[in-house]
C-alpha cells in the first residue's frame, strides 16, 4: 500500500515527500552535530573552505543550508527523469530513495562537501545527455568537464568521475577524439583558475597542492557500523544487486535513448563502489554520489515488477529500517 501511495505524481504524492523529507532529518535538527573528522574537513578543498567560512561553526546553521541543497537535489534528481524520459514514467520515486539512501547514515547528515559535489555531478551528466545525436562537436562535454571539475573543488575524490565523461563520449558519439580532448581542457579549466587566483592574491599554491594530494589519498577515518546498519547495508545491496539485474534483462526493449542513460548511470555507480572499496580516501561519505545511480534503478525496479505485492513487502520493509535507525538517533 505504501508503494503504490508513493508511485503517484499527484499534490498528494508531493505533499508525502515534504513530509518524509521532514521525518528522515528530524534527527538532524533535534540534534545537530559539527561534521567529523575527516580529511576534507581538516584540509578543505577551495570551495569548500570559502563555504564553511562563509557559514561559520554553528551546526544549526550548516544543517538548514545541508537540508536546502538537499531539497534541490530532490528536485533535479525528479527533473532529470522528466526530461530525459528514461524511466518511461513520470514519478517521484527516485527522490523517495534518495532520501532513504542517506538516512541510512545519520552522521552524514550534516555540512559536507559530497553534497554540492554531488549537485554538480549531476548537472555533469545531463549536460552528457544532452549530447545524444547533436550534430558536430558537442561542446557539452566541455561543460560536463568544468561541472566535475568544480565539484572536485568542494570534494577531491569526484575527481575520479573524469572517467564518467570518457564512458559518455564513447556511449554517444563514438569515442570522437577532439571531445576527449576539449573534456579534458574542461576538467583542467577550474584548476588553472583557481592556481591562478591564488597566484594572484599571493597564497602558497604548495599547499593548494598538498591539500589536494592529502584528499585524494590519505586514508579515511574509520565509520563504526551498528549491527542494525550492517542489516540494513546487506539488504539494500541484494535490493540493487536485484534492481540491477531486472534493468540489464529488460534493456533491449527500451528507447536508445534510455538505454545510454541507464548505462551512464551503472557507470557511475560501478565508479562509486570501486572508489569505496580501492580509494583510502573514500569512505561513507560516497553514499551522497552512489545513492544517485541507485535511486533510479530502485525507482524502475519497484515501478516495472509485476509482482506488487513482493514489491510492497521488500520497499515496505526497507522503509522501516531505514526509520529505525532514525528513530534510534533521535531517542
Not at 91 to 101: G, M, N, Q, R, V
Request: charged share 10%; net charge positive.
Amino acid at each position: 500500500m505504501l508503494l503504490k501511495l508513493l508511485r503517484g505524481t499527484g499534490p498528494g504524492v508531493l505533499f508525502l515527500l515534504i513530509v518524509t523529507t521532514c521525518v528522515f532529518w528530524a534527527g538532524a535538527f533535534l540534534h545537530p552535530q559539527l561534521p567529523g573528522i575527516f580529511i576534507y574537513e581538516t584540509r578543505p578543498m577551495p570551495l569548500y573552505g570559502l563555504l564553511k567560512m562563509a557559514i561559520g561553526s554553528n551546526p544549526l546553521t550548516g544543517e538548514i543550508f545541508t537540508l536546502a541543497l538537499f531539497c534541490f537535489m530532490l528536485f533535479y534528481l525528479v527533473s532529470f527523469n522528466t526530461s530525459i524520459f528514461f524511466i518511461n514514467e513520470r514519478t517521484f520515486l527516485p527522490a523517495y530513495f534518495y532520501i532513504l539512501f542517506i538516512a541510512i547514515f545519520p552522521q552524514c547528515q550534516v555540512l559536507n562537501p559530497v553534497l554540492p559535489a554531488s549537485v554538480f555531478l549531476m548537472m555533469a551528466m545531463r549536460r552528457i545527455m544532452d549530447s545524444y545525436r547533436k550534430p558536430g562537436t558537442a561542446y557539452n562535454f566541455f561543460d560536463a568537464g568544468i561541472y566535475i571539475s568544480i565539484g572536485t573543488l568542494f570534494y577531491a575524490d569526484l575527481a575520479w568521475f573524469g572517467v564518467l565523461l570518457i564512458a559518455g563520449i564513447i556511449l554517444l558519439r563514438s569515442g570522437n577524439f577532439i571531445e576527449i580532448l576539449i573534456s579534458l581542457f574542461g576538467l583542467a579549466a577550474p584548476f588553472i583558475i583557481t592556481v591562478g587566483l591564488y597566484y594572484v592574491l599571493g597564497k602558497d599554491i604548495g599547499i593548494l597542492l598538498e591539500d589536494i594530494r592529502d584528499n585524494l589519498l590519505e586514508k579515511a577515518a574509520g565509520y563504526q557500523f551498528t549491527r542494525l546498519a550492517i542489516i540494513l547495508l546487506i539488504y539494500t545491496g541484494l535490493i540493487v544487486i536485484v534492481s540491477t539485474g531486472f534493468l540489464v534483462m529488460r534493456m533491449n526493449s527500451k528507447k536508445i535513448k534510455s538505454r545510454k542513460t541507464f548505462s551512464l548511470l551503472l557507470w557511475s555507480l560501478v565508479i562509486s563502489v570501486a572508489l569505496f572499496l580501492f580509494v583510502p580516501s573514500v569512505s561513507v561519505e560516497i553514499v551522497w554520489i552512489a545513492g544517485i545511480p541507485a535511486c533510479y534503478l530502485l525507482a524502475h525496479y519497484f515501478i516495472f515488477e509485476r509482482k506488487k505485492v513482493f514489491a510492497e513487502i521488500v520497499f515496505t520493509l526497507f522503509f522501516l529500517l531505514v526509520l529505525l535507525i532514525q528513530a534510534l538517533k533521535i531517542f
